[in-house]
Nanobody, 128 residues
Framework: QVHLVESGGGSVQAGGSLRLSCAASGFILTRRCMGWFRQAPGKEREGVAVISSTGTDGIITAYANSVKGRFTISSDNAKNTLHLQMGSLTPEDTAMYYC??????????????????WGQGTQVTVSS
């Protein structure tokens, strides 16, 4: 049974950093597509960063334009855990952050509908 548990959220001032973690169980991280999404109040859920390590090209990552250069997605295969290192945070980054997984054929998609399993989310609040 697929299970995802996020942690690491919190409140920080603008310019600060946070590292989110997503502990995965019930499957092997590197055999599925993974992604981080966020949803701010009144807004639709949006893809932030995605990672694929299921193909023959090694690890491939992709980022939303709004976070490119500030966020880094990575996986700790030994701990079966996904991470999102966030830096230079702004109030616009305030949202509930979710990790999600999709089958191998959906890798690197930023569409939430392509992902089948989700964690419960962790709140990130950035104050100015």
């Amino acid at each position: 049974q697929v299970h995802l548990v996020e942690s690491g959220g919190g409140s920080v001032q603008a310019g600060g950093s946070l590292r989110l973690s997503c502990a995965a169980s019930g499957f092997i991280l590197t055999r599925r597509c993974m992604g981080w999404f966020r949803q701010a109040p009144g807004k639709e859920r949006e893809g932030v960063a995605v990672i694929s390590s299921t193909g023959t090209d090694g690890i491939i990552t992709a980022y939303a334009n709004s976070v490119k250069g500030r966020f880094t997605i990575s996986s700790d295969n030994a701990k079966n855990t996904l991470h999102l290192q966030m830096g230079s945070l702004t109030p616009e980054d305030t949202a509930m952050y979710y990790c999600a997984t999709a089958s191998a054929g959906r890798c690197l998609s930023f569409l939430p509908a392509q992902y089948t399993d989700w964690g419960q989310g962790t709140q990130v609040t950035v104050s100015s």
